[in-house]
């Protein structure tokens, strides 16, 4: 009979406590979703473009030519003084004419160039996407490359680009929780 009576009165406890610690654990739980909502609920700008113009008949790693140097110029003014398209970094293939593109913006920001040996499209536009969270970033590729960049973060056809388009640029919104949008942008 007594230890009925102790049984008994460890059942009446615990229905007392119930009510105290099940609404603070779900507070808990609800404030840590919501953190992690809005920590997520971040969107990565990917601006894809090809390398400038390069020197012609020199082999498979040319140097820029004048006209790809004053094009890289260019690009680097355009990208310090535009409002938001200023990149945290850039990613380039590993051949010269992508690095020397990259070459002046990089110096006049202080941003890192990753070079990326891999040339598949999609591990290129997956690593943007992963290293550059929430940021911007200028991907610098190829005529046979860029197209497949862009289609594998907008999620749409891009057209091929032919040899002598130099001044595409794509700009890629990547939300975290919606579809991507994709500007296409001629620069001259």
Excluded: C
């Amino acid at each position: 009979m007594a230890g009925m009576r102790k049984e008994y009165a460890r059942l009446r406890r615990r229905p007392f406590l119930m009510p105290l610690w099940l609404p603070v654990f779900g507070a808990v739980v609800a404030l840590a979703v919501a953190i992690w909502l809005v920590l997520s609920a971040s969107t990565t700008l990917v601006m894809v473009v090809r390398h400038a113009e390069a020197v012609a008949g020199s082999g498979d790693d040319p140097l820029l030519s004048a006209e790809g140097e004053a094009r890289a110029q260019r690009l680097a003014a355009l990208m310090t003084t535009a409002e938001g398209f200023a990149p945290d970094g850039i990613i380039v293939s590993g051949l010269r004419r992508t690095q020397e593109t990259a070459r002046p913006l990089a110096a006049a920001l202080g941003i890192p160039v990753v070079v990326v040996e891999d040339r598949d499209p999609k591990a290129v536009a997956e690593r943007a996407l992963a290293e550059f969270q929430g940021k911007r970033v200028l991907v610098i590729g190829h005529s046979n490359t860029v197209p497949e960049i862009v289609g594998r973060l907008s999620r749409e056809r891009v057209p091929a680009m032919s040899e002598t388009e130099f001044g595409t640029l794509y700009v890629v919104a990547v939300p975290r929780f919606s579809r991507p949008a994709v500007a296409r942008i001629e620069l001259r």
